[in-house]
């Protein structure tokens, strides 16, 4: 009790602050995620997601170079196609444009982990997640496309899939294709826990995969909901899952920690592209101090529970905690 307790003691200097600090935040944590597109020398910015970029296999892999650099582990990669088609053959072809990225990747920068998202939309011209029969998302049917995107990205050279469809039962299926063709060691960072958010806006226009009809609540979780979070995760790891993942994070920081305190596995959780859009828009207007709420928030997520954040401020949170003069 004030006076013999005071909470004060502790914050009188960085040194003894930085020595009670229950919360920690380094580069390994990070995973940075890319969008690949196809052409040469192709670089687009990304209007609603600053310092984000459309680029073709040559310049990613110069984007990558530089993660590699600043001590990122890895990165997720999403592909944008040339052609959409009803069933996102792109998807799941060998030549498609992510089994293309990641061979370039394996070879050029090896040290890199790359992981792969595993999902239709982007390569469907309904942009929906899987086969559409009825004006619906058929789940069985769309098993068998996820499972061959897999294993394509797999046969790439990719180093783990992360399947973010939110089909029943995929996981299951993608563990048994996997073993079957020999990758019995390739892990699976699920999107276990992932809610039909507007927070994917600016990664829609993006990667082009906005819903032409409808929207996802037929297959991901309603924001209201924090129970079935849980549910969904404990059913990806009984079908195997080895990772998985909380998306968005920062209005869903308490299913982050839901999730954490009941299963001791990898958790990892994805600051998506209208959470980072947020921010950069806020720090444009001088309304926000970017880079003091960026490490906030990235230090929420992981106080929250989560191990691993995929963000699109991977590099500039990098340049900060790696103490380089004049970071922003
Ligand atoms: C694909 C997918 C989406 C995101 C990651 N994988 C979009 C969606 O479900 O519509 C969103 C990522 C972000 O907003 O940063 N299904």
């Given at each position: 009790m004030?006076p013999?307790?005071?909470m004060?003691r502790?914050?009188?200097?960085?040194t003894?602050r930085?020595?009670?600090?229950?919360?920690?935040?380094a580069v390994?944590?990070?995973?940075?995620?890319?969008?690949?597109c196809?052409?040469?020398?192709v670089q687009n910015?990304i209007?609603?997601?600053?310092?984000?970029c459309?680029a073709?296999?040559?310049?990613?892999i110069e984007d990558?170079r530089e993660v590699?650099d600043l001590g990122i582990p890895?990165v997720?990669l999403?592909?944008?196609?040339?052609?959409?088609d009803?069933?996102?053959?792109?998807g799941w072809s060998?030549?498609?444009?992510?089994?293309?990225?990641?061979?370039?990747?394996?070879?050029q920068?090896?040290?890199?982990?790359v992981?792969?998202?595993?999902?239709l939309?982007e390569?469907?011209?309904?942009?929906h997640?899987?086969?559409?029969?009825?004006?619906?998302v058929?789940?069985?049917?769309t098993l068998?496309?996820?499972?061959?995107q897999?294993l394509?990205?797999?046969?790439?050279?990719?180093?783990?899939?992360?399947?973010s469809?939110?089909?029943?039962g995929?996981i299951?299926?993608?563990?048994?294709a996997?073993?079957?063709?020999g990758?019995?060691?390739?892990?699976?960072?699920?999107y276990?826990a992932?809610?039909?958010?507007?927070?994917?806006?600016?990664?829609r226009d993006?990667?082009?995969?906005?819903?032409?009809?409808?929207d996802?609540?037929?297959?991901?979780?309603?924001?209201?909901?924090?129970?079935?979070?849980?549910?969904?995760?404990?059913?990806?790891?009984e079908e195997?899952?080895d990772?998985v993942m909380?998306k968005?994070?920062?209005?869903?920081l308490d299913?982050i920690?839901r999730?954490k305190?009941?299963?001791?596995?990898?958790?990892?959780?994805?600051?998506?592209?209208?959470?980072f859009?947020c921010i950069?828009?806020a720090?444009?207007?001088?309304?926000l101090d970017e880079q003091r709420?960026?490490l906030?928030?990235?230090?929420s997520?992981?106080r929250?529970?989560a191990?691993?954040?995929?963000t699109?401020?991977?590099?500039?949170a990098?340049?900060?905690?790696n103490?380089?003069?004049g970071a922003?």
């Amino acid at each position: 009790m004030f006076p013999t307790t005071r909470m004060r003691r502790l914050r009188g200097s960085e040194t003894i602050r930085a020595l009670v600090r229950e919360t920690t935040l380094a580069v390994d944590d990070l995973i940075y995620p890319l969008f690949v597109c196809p052409g040469t020398d192709v670089q687009n910015e990304i209007p609603s997601m600053p310092d984000n970029c459309r680029a073709s296999v040559d310049r990613m892999i110069e984007d990558c170079r530089e993660v590699r650099d600043l001590g990122i582990p890895g990165v997720l990669l999403f592909g944008i196609p040339e052609h959409k088609d009803e069933t996102g053959s792109e998807g799941w072809s060998d030549r498609g444009i992510v089994q293309t990225a990641v061979r370039a990747i394996k070879k050029q920068v090896p040290e890199l982990l790359v992981i792969t998202d595993v999902c239709l939309c982007e390569y469907t011209t309904h942009g929906h997640c899987g086969v559409i029969r009825d004006r619906k998302v058929d789940n069985d049917a769309t098993l068998e496309l996820l499972a061959r995107q897999s294993l394509s990205h797999a046969r790439a050279g990719a180093d783990v899939v992360a399947p973010s469809d939110m089909m029943d039962g995929r996981i299951g299926r993608i563990r048994r294709a996997l073993d079957g063709e020999g990758f019995a060691d390739l892990p699976i960072m699920s999107y276990a826990a992932k809610y039909a958010s507007a927070f994917y806006g600016p990664f829609r226009d993006a990667a082009g995969s906005a819903p032409q009809f409808g929207d996802r609540r037929g297959y991901q979780i309603d924001p209201c909901n924090a129970d079935e979070a849980l549910r969904e995760v404990e059913l990806d790891l009984e079908e195997g899952a080895d990772i998985v993942m909380v998306k968005p994070a920062l209005a869903y920081l308490d299913v982050i920690y839901r999730v954490k305190s009941a299963f001791p596995v990898p958790l990892a959780a994805y600051n998506v592209s209208g959470e980072f859009a947020c921010i950069k828009a806020a720090a444009e207007r001088g309304w926000l101090d970017e880079q003091r709420i960026m490490l906030e928030v990235l230090y929420s997520i992981r106080r929250a529970g989560a191990d691993i954040i995929l963000t699109y401020f991977a590099k500039q949170a990098a340049r900060v905690l790696n103490g380089e003069s004049g970071a922003r």
